[in-house]
C-alpha cells in the first residue's frame, strides 16, 4: 500500500531555510515521478515541482523556482525539498504526492495538476511570519 509522509515543518521566520521530507513506503520511489504541492490560506492547490523517476530530471514552478530545490535520497526512499529565503507568502500545507497518471516516470514540461496525482500524503504546515 502506498504512503507519503510528510515532515519538517513548523513556524519559521522569513528569509529563513526549511527542509521538508517526504518519507514514501509500499513503492520504490526512485521509479516514478513525485511531486510537490502546496495549499496557501484561501488558495487552490498548487503544483511546485515535480522529480522524475527515471532521470531525475526536475521541473519548478516559477512561483518557487531558484528558491526551491528537490531531492532523493534513494537509500531511505526520502524525498527532499528545500526551500530558502522563505517569505511570507510561502506559508502553506506542503504536500508530496505520488502515482502521477497510473505511475508515470516520467515529469511533463511544466509542473503536473496536483489532480494528476493518485497518492497523497497529510502534509506539513509552513507559516512563515516574523
Known amino acids: 500500500q502506498v504512503h507519503l509522509a510528510e515532515s519538517g515543518g513548523g513556524l519559521v521566520q522569513p528569509g529563513g531555510p526549511l527542509m521538508l521530507a517526504c518519507a514514501a513506503s509500499g513503492f520504490t520511489a526512485d521509479r516514478y515521478v513525485l511531486g510537490w504541492i502546496r495549499q496557501a490560506p484561501g488558495k487552490e492547490r498548487e503544483g511546485i515541482v515535480c522529480l522524475s523517476g527515471m532521470d531525475n530530471v526536475t521541473v519548478y514552478a516559477d512561483s518557487v523556482k531558484g528558491r526551491f530545490t528537490i531531492s532523493r535520497d534513494n537509500a531511505k526512499n526520502t524525498v527532499y525539498l528545500r526551500i530558502n529565503t522563505l517569505k511570507p507568502e510561502d506559508t502553506a500545507v506542503y504536500y508530496c504526492?505520488?502515482?502521477?497518471?497510473?505511475?508515470?516516470?516520467?515529469?511533463?514540461?511544466?509542473?503536473?495538476?496536483?489532480?494528476?496525482?493518485?497518492?497523497w500524503g497529510r502534509g506539513t504546515q509552513v507559516t512563515v511570519s516574523s
Open positions: 504526492a505520488s502515482n502521477y497518471r497510473n505511475w508515470g516516470r516520467l515529469c511533463p514540461p511544466e509542473v503536473p495538476s496536483p489532480a494528476d496525482f493518485a497518492s
